[in-house]
């Protein structure tokens, strides 16, 4: 992340043309705190907007775990794959072992550097798993994001084990497609949280039980939002 905010053009733009007097850089966006305008623009899908405002607040507090792992998760979303590692390597060397971030992080990497790895305890974090054959002794979740104007293309999906059951340590999260539909294949029976990520608005936390070789199918919609129907309200603090 440090050397995301050492490139300026990302923060700041020269003023304009006119050759009237000297002028400074100005920065882009409102005046404001801009954790909170960064927070807004990841509510609105708007990474480009975030990724401004995370870097604003990196470089006035470099040491800000949100802040880094929202540019992260922004990158991830634009497809900046570098820049995404590059944060997330970040969160992982200073964030707290049990912060859910560090573990997101964590999954993110490996499936980067290790791309065709695999376990029951520590399933692969990637949308490309859907390529993997399903395997009948576990279960899949599939579904589409349906937002107020129809198919949400490239949202991202966490899929968590619940703390305290045995399947506490899975993690999986990947985006739905351009078509809004998404799919996480070879899960280990068990009890988990459906939401997405930290740093972004909440929109869903639905507790989903998998059971072995269960082929679930769940849309997410406004039928069950969190502002309707929330399983984990202990984890919206």
Known sequence: MTLLVATASTVVVT???RQSGPSGPKAIGVTGDPMMIAREAMARRDYNAAMISFTEVVAR????LEAHYGLGVSASQLDRLTDAEREFKW????GAPT???VAIAREW???RTNPGASSPNRPLVTASADSQEPNPELASISGRVIGPDGMNRRVQLLLKGIPGTPVKDE???QRSDEQGNFRFINVVPGDYMLSNP???AMNW???VSLSRGERRVLDLSAANHVGVRDDFPEAGS
């Open 171 to 173: 993690y999986r999260l």
């Open 61 to 64: 507090r470099p040491d800000n």
């Open 91 to 94: 969160v992982v060397d200073h």
């Open 15 to 17: 003023a304009g043309c």
């Open 198 to 200: 930290v740093a972004v």
């Open 99 to 101: 912060a859910q971030e």
């Open 205 to 207: 936390r639905l507790k």
């Open 109 to 111: 990497l490996a499936s």
